[in-house]
């Protein structure tokens, strides 16, 4: 049971014993005095948790009292037990000695002592609110230590997880260059092919405010756009004069060969249909293959490549023929939009050429996978 002790102030011994008798057998500890000073005194030294006072008492008064215990002891309950009614007694007692009850002589003694208990329950509540706002708080404070310690092994943790990502990726990437430069190596014409493609391509994809997935997707079939050739035979891929129709036939297998060697790559998903068809024509016509696709049909970043691929085609020395010139390139390009190209991607080239001239062309550039990779 929780500790109960109570203190009476009175200047009259006889109210004092009655209130004694009346208490005899509540289970509580009754502590008298019959002045404050008296009663200041107990309170230092005995833990009490209600004060009863009277007001008029010679030396301090019942609100003087109250005021002090306020002041000293503030987790103590305050009662003011009176005969005298004034409304500035009881006024002067809430305000200063912040009591509980004010209890008027005479008292009926079961209503005193259930004040009594609403006093003890009342002093008992607020502990247990005070003691439960302290455990709240120390929690409060251990939750957010382990809050930042979390924050600090998540930011370590994530950190990790970026610094592996950026490895990762770049592996990634650079196992891609390495196939494409195999490809290309079969044709010293044709070294840095891909490459280029793939950066034209991403330039291209920039150019028309494509987001940073899309630009790294179209950089990355632009690398994997020709890998299909690995299964075309030499003789025709280095052939210094112009394919035969049966060449050419051989080597527009090459899309659809690079799809197939793609498709068992979980992570070139995206990437197969954009090699598969980077060789259609805008218009749909027999020209493009391999499936004679039209339009939207195409996927986008197949169109935007298949006008990478052929700038770098045109601007680059050939066995049967020397790189054009950008003028030739630029005229090209307005004569087949609609029909070989899509219009926007010709027109976001030329765009480029405005601004760039010849140093668009430039043949050692190197797309930036960190920026993608970080950003």
Known sequence: MSQQTILFVDDEVNILKALNRLTRHE???VLCASRGSEALELLDKTSAQVVVSDQRMPEMSGVDL????????PDI???????????NVAVDAINRGEIFRLIT?????EELKATIRQAFDHFHLKHEIKRLNLVTREQNFRLQDMNRNL????????????EKH?????AYVQTIRALAE???AKDAYTRGHSERVGVYASKLAREMSFPKDFIERVYIAGLLHDVGKIGVPDHIITKPERLTDLEYEEIKRHPEIGARILEPVTFLAEVVPCVRHHHEWYDGSDHGYPARLCGDQIPLPSRVILVADTVEAMTSDRPYRKALSLEIVIRELHTYSGTQFDPAAVRAMLALFEREGDGFLRKNQKFDIYEFIEG
């Open 105 to 109: 002589k005479p008292w009926n003694d």
């Open 27 to 29: 289970p509580w500890t």
């Open 66 to 73: 109250l005021q002090s215990v306020r002041d000293r002891h």
């Open 166 to 170: 950026h490895e990762l990726r770049t």
């Open 77 to 87: 309950v305050r009662m003011m037990l009176t005969g005298y009614t004034e409304i």
């Open 151 to 162: 924050e600090d092994k998540v930011r370590e943790r994530t950190k990790q997880l970026a």
């Open 182 to 184: 195999a490809v290309d």
